[in-house]
C-alpha cells in the first residue's frame, strides 16, 4: 500500500508543481518521477527487509540474498534511468518484465503468509493478492503509459 501512496502522492505533487510553475502538466515527467521515487522506496526494502525479501524467494531458486540485492541494485538504476527521455523506454521494457518476473515470488509469500517486514510467517495469506495482482498491472499499465506510450 506504501508504494502506491507514494506513487499517487509523487505525481499529484509534480504535476501541480509543473502546471503551477509552466502553465502546463509535464505527464511524462511527473508519471516518470513518480515511478522513480516508488522504485526507490521499493529498493530500500530490499535492503532494510532482506530477510524478509529472501523469504519470498522459492526454495529451489539459489543464491537469495545476492538476488534480493541485485534487484534491489536495479529498482533503483531503472528508477533513475526512466527520467532520462533517451532510456526511459528501455527502462519500462525491462520494468514490466520485472514486474512480470516477480509475480511468482508474490503468489508465494502470499501463500505462505509472509510477512515481509517481520521477515515471519504471519502476513495475511492468499487474500493479499487480491490487491497485489490488480496492484502490479495497474504498476505494469503505469509504466507502459507515462514510459513507453508518451
Not at 14 to 27: A, F, M, V
Request: net charge positive; aromatic share 14%; charged share 10%.
Amino acid at each position: 500500500m506504501k508504494p502506491l501512496i507514494l506513487l499517487i502522492a509523487a505525481f499529484a505533487v509534480s504535476t501541480t508543481i509543473s502546471r503551477l510553475t509552466t502553465g502546463l502538466g509535464n505527464l511524462p515527467f511527473s508519471g516518470n518521477l513518480a515511478m522513480c521515487l516508488m522504485l526507490l522506496l521499493t529498493a530500500f526494502g530490499h535492503f532494510k527487509f532482506t530477510r524478509g525479501m529472501t523469504m519470498m524467494i522459492p526454495p529451489f531458486i539459489p543464491f537469495k540474498t545476492a538476488l534480493v540485492y541485485v534487484t534491489g541494485v536495479a529498482e533503483v538504476v531503472l528508477g533513475i534511468a526512466l527520467l532520462s527521455t533517451s532510456l526511459r523506454h528501455y527502462a519500462g521494457y525491462v520494468l514490466i518484465a520485472f514486474f512480470i518476473l516477480i509475480t511468482p515470488a508474490n503468489i508465494y509469500a502470499a501463500v505462505k503468509r509472509l510477512d515481509l517486514e517481520k521477515g515471519s510467517y504471519t502476513g495475511p495469506g492468499i487474500n493479499y493478492l487480491w490487491f497485489r495482482m490488480p496492484l502490479q498491472l495497474f504498476f505494469i499499465a503505469w509504466i507502459s503509459y507515462f514510459s513507453i506510450l508518451l
